[in-house]
């Protein structure tokens, strides 16, 4: 018996930890460790969060440069080295360029949309 209930908590512990509550702007953010291993160019940022299901939800996006900035201060778990992650904003300029978010130095910067950065997405509570 106690083997079985260490195995059902550890599964609830992993599964605690795969998204971060910003009760704030009441946005669920991912936080597991696809965040700081997955690279996908724009459009297959975009297409990532629309195809992922997580917690048991399946309404997942890639936020908007705002929300970004706005949850750069949260603790997440899981970032990756370079910090550079993926916008749903196209820059205003050029449609070759997206909007993205340095997590580790606190910036937004602007890149070509081919380009492979990592992908954090959002969903709204």
């Not at 890639?62 to 900035?69: G, H, R, S």
């Amino acid at each position: 018996m106690k083997i079985i209930l260490f195995i059902i908590l550890s599964v609830s512990l992993s599964l605690a930890s795969a998204v971060l509550n910003d009760t704030k702007t009441v946005l669920m953010w991912q936080d597991n460790t696809a965040t700081k291993n997955i690279k996908k160019d724009w459009q297959g940022a975009l297409a990532l969060c629309d195809a992922l299901n997580l917690e048991s939800h399946d309404d997942w996006r890639l936020p908007n440069i705002k929300e970004l900035e706005n949850i750069i201060n949260k603790e997440f778990k899981n970032v990756s080295d370079s910090g550079y992650y993926w916008s749903s904003s196209a820059h205003e300029s050029s449609e070759e360029f997206a909007w993205m978010m340095n997590f580790k130095r606190g910036f937004k910067y602007n890149n070509y949309k081919t380009y492979e950065r990592y992908v954090r997405c959002v969903r709204d509570k």
